[in-house]
């Protein structure tokens, strides 16, 4: 199962980054490619206790929190589209505005980097699926990196 503490799949996920353009239009969603960057970059902080997380406000599946984790970061499925974001990682919202799109994709890279190398996460809570194990943050990384780079053919 893919994830980030496989060095090979986070090569990969680094190599898909950097063919994103600014210029690239998203398959579906609203956020830009450049939105999309310092989103990804938001949500690598969050564990990291470096942007805050508050708790999702969205409405969850009438399942228990621990089952509905388990299928969003372990059933062999992608992630569909349209999945809700939480306003403080949404730059249409309350996330980080795009500044320039070089030095956004390199926090980007910088952030993923940390957020791999971390044994213990600082927020070890998810504001949609609570509390994480490493397994569980590794995952979900490759994941929601995954999920925008395909938003935009990436």
């Not at 063919?19 to 902080?45: E, I, K, N, Y």
């Not at 994709?105 to 949609?128: E, K, T």
Request: charged share 20%.
């Amino acid at each position: 199962m893919k994830n980030l503490a496989n060095t090979a799949e986070v090569a990969a996920l680094r190599a898909r980054i950097a063919s994103l353009r600014p210029a690239d239009t998203p398959r579906w969603g609203s956020m830009t490619a450049a939105q999309t960057v310092c989103h990804m970059a938001d949500s690598f902080a969050g564990p990291l206790g470096e942007h805050p997380m508050p708790p999702s406000t969205a409405s969850h599946p009438p399942i228990p929190r621990g089952l509905y984790k388990w299928l969003a970061l372990y059933f062999p499925r992608k992630w569909p589209q349209g999945v809700p974001t939480i306003p403080a990682m949404n730059q249409q919202i309350g996330g980080t505005q795009p500044a320039e799109f070089e030095a956004d994709r390199a926090l980007l890279l910088d952030r993923m980097d940390r957020f791999v190398a971390c044994r213990q996460m600082p927020s070890p809570a998810h504001p949609i699926f609570g509390p994480m194990y490493r397994k569980d943050w590794m995952r979900w990384g490759w994941l929601h990196t995954d999920h925008h780079l395909r938003q935009f053919g990436r």
